[in-house]
């Protein structure tokens, strides 16, 4: 059976006009992503891996190329239908977090349900986001505000927010960067998690055994693919921190 | 998105920096607070001259004697001695929409009754004057016309002659010597209070004009005829058939000034409010400056704002927030600021002028109709002066807003 791709790009270009250069940032890269995936993008910087993923995630629309995110034509859409995009079919997980300060964990996973152009009611964004906390197992945390949680914790929050509103697809951008190795595991397993429930997920990374634990990795060099290949030897998140502890047992790091 | 949201948005916005929403208020609670107490403290005074005004009567005409706004000696209000009892009689006879006439004389006279005596205004009119001046009796009543004809002597007293000269005893019936002229007193006046020109009128006898000019005042001339015209709309033509009535009295050529001068209550009214209309624009002005001040503080604050909350900005919009949810959430932050801060101005512009009121006992007055004004204008103020910001914050590039350190 022929299912259709989440995202499809095709042909796709992005000429950025500074200056007296234009910058050819993205070169012809045409990609197809089947529902269920969970695929790494890398490249070094400069390789047009943000460009590119700033326009799957719809922050950003081609020059040239045509992008098909569920089956919509979005590279065509305004400021406004990008937003609603935005909203209704990508999650959003960032490097930096990138949570409201100040804002209980619960608002925070809130937040995307405020700007949902179909009424939500707030006895249901509250059921909502209680729930997206618990997939990540922060349930017990909802009222904690940021700066009480640990970096792995915000992270599984911005994730529990990217979850709230359904989407089609959540994209990560360096989700691990500002996370120690044990970490930055341990959000692997959550991505894990959610992929083995149906979830697409996009990542972008620099580090390889991060991208590990994807099934798919795209590499990208001056704008253009270079490889594009399943993961072999796919590393399992629960298994690598069973590992870990033990080896920190041995040492006495933890008991 | 729902406006509740929004709103508990904002709140948590302004919360987060308490110190600087109240510093960010403060522009707006002043502005607001100090056009509330001038409009209370205005409108006071004007509310006062109106009263004043109300006191002369209902559609009064003043003429007096000798022309005071032309050229020539300068004597005094109706010292001129060109008025008569013929120009008065002619007025009556003649004039149509004339309900009352009542000639006035006036001097000054030494007062006694028992052991008391004072000093007084003493004023011939008619037995209809308390009418014209819509002045009623605390006791007792008007002498009759019968007692025009025959001047007899029977006074109208004012509320500070009878408590001079009779403390707290019942004048009605007793005897007043007016320049040793033993008067009865036949009633005693409601208060009026200060006049215009802040004399007491309370501090006054009347009498028929007749027994003022034969019994203790002499002359022959009159100082004032008070008119009351049957209406309002009857004022202007009134005043214009008396100016040409009493040029002919007096065979006045044309060209030649009149040698009277005629007011109409409307006039005079104007006149006495001229001062609070100058005070009134100039209230105008400061509020607008204090507005525009208090509205300059809070976009200041608001671009701050905008540029330390790129991220924040990013981040919605990241989710799917559109340019306008950021437009409404920053205006809505504006609005609400400048709103509180307008209502703790008012509150504020009340307190200080009841302040006002308590340690001058200048009459103030605060007009329902300002406060809401004042809450209108302080969102006015809101809406644009968030306008700026709130719309530079919805132009941001998100990806730009995500990166911003």
């Known amino acids: ?95 930096g977090f990138n949570l409201l300060s100040r804002t209980s964990a619960l608002e925070n996973v809130e937040m995307p349900m405020l700007y949902n152009r179909s009424h939500i009611s707030a006895h249901e964004q509250n059921e909502r986001a209680q729930g997206a ?68 997920i996009i990542m972008v990374t620099h580090e390889l055994d991060i991208a590990r634990y994807t099934k798919r990795t795209v590499v990208l060099r001056d704008g253009k693919i270079v490889t594009d290949e399943a993961v072999r030897e796919r590393l399992v998140a629960e298994t690598e921190l069973r590992h870990l502890r033990e080896a920190q047992q041995a040492i006495n790091l933890s008991t | 998105m729902r406006i509740l949201a929004t709103l508990r948005m904002a709140a948590r916005a302004l919360r987060r920096n308490k110190m600087r929403t109240l510093l960010t208020m403060l522009g707006m609670i002043f502005g607001v607070g100090a056009v509330i107490a001038s409009v209370s403290i205005t409108s006071g005074a004007k509310s006062q001259v109106e009263n004043q005004i109300a006191s002369l009567g209902q559609n009064v005409v003043l003429v007096w004697s000798g022309n005071f706004t032309k050229g020539g000696v300068r004597s005094g209000w109706g010292s001129a001695g060109t008025l008569t009892l013929d120009d008065a009689d002619a007025i009556k006879r003649e004039i149509s929409g004339v309900t009352i006439v009542s000639p006035e004389v006036r001097g000054s006279a030494q007062v006694a009754a028992g052991d008391q005596d004072w000093f007084t205004s003493i004023i011939g009119e008619s037995a209809d004057y308390f009418d014209l001046r819509l002045w009623p009796f605390a006791e007792g009543a008007s002498f009759s016309d019968q007692d025009v004809r025959t001047a007899a002597k029977v006074a109208v007293i004012g509320k500070t002659v009878a408590t001079q000269l009779y403390g707290n005893e019942d004048p009605l019936g007793k005897v007043i010597r007016i320049k040793n002229v033993p008067f009865i007193v036949g009633g005693v006046l409601i208060p009026k209070g200060l ?124 989710v799917g927030a559109r340019g306008g949810d950021i437009l409404i959430q920053f205006l809505i932050e504006a609005v609400t600021l400048s709103i509180i801060g307008g209502l703790i101005g008012i509150g504020g512009g009340i307190l200080a002028s009841k302040l006002i009121a308590y340690f001058t006992s200048w009459p103030t007055l605060t007009p329902v109709i300002w406060i809401g004004i004042a809450s209108l204008s302080s969102g006015i103020a809101g809406v644009i002066s968030g306008f700026y910001p709130a719309w530079k914050a919805s132009k941001l590039d998100p990806i730009d807003a995500l990166r911003y350190e």
Not at chain 1, 45 to 58: A, D, E, P
Not at chain 1, 148 to 171: D, E, K, M
């Open chain 1, 133 to 200: 906390l618990e997939l990540v197992g922060l349930g017990e945390r909802a009222d904690h505000h940021p700066n009480q949680l640990s970096g792995g914790q915000q992270q599984r929050v911005a994730i529990a927010r990217a979850l709230v509103n359904r989407p089609s697809l959540i994209l990560a951008d360096e989700p691990t960067g500002n996370l120690d190795s044990q970490t930055s595991i341990e959000i692997m397993g959550v991505f894990q998690k959610l992929n083995d429930q149906g979830i697409t």
């Open chain 1, 1 to 95: 059976m022929q299912t259709n791709p989440v995202i499809k790009l095709a042909e796709i270009h992005k000429v950025y006009h500074t200056g007296e250069v234009d910058v050819h940032a993205v070169r012809g890269v045409s990609l197809d992503i089947l529902p269920g995936e969970f695929v790494a993008i890398m490249g070094s910087s400069g390789s047009g891996k943000s460009t590119l993923m700033n326009m799957i995630g719809c922050l950003d629309r081609p020059t040239r190329g045509t992008y098909l995110l569920d089956g919509i034509d979005v590279s065509t859409l305004n400021r406004d239908a990008l937003a609603d995009v935005r909203n209704e079919k990508i999650g959003f997980v960032f490097q």
């Open chain 2, 195 to 318: 006049s215009l020109q802040g004399q007491d009128q309370d501090d006054v006898i009347i009498i028929p004009y007749t027994s003022a000019m034969k019994r203790v005042l002499g002359g022959t001339t009159l100082r004032t005829i008070n008119i009351q015209a049957a209406s309002q709309e009857m004022l202007a033509p009134v005043e214009q058939q008396i100016t040409d009535l009493l040029r002919q009295q007096h065979r006045i050529t044309p060209g030649k000034d009149d040698d009277f001068t005629i007011r109409t209550q409307d006039e005079i009214a104007n006149a006495a409010t001229s001062t609070a209309r100058i005070m009134s624009v100039l209230l105008g002005v400061v509020a607008s400056v204090a507005l525009v001040i208090g509205g300059i503080g809070i976009m200041n604050i608001m671009l701050v704002s905008v540029t330390e909350r790129t991220r924040e900005i990013g981040i919605r919009m990241a």
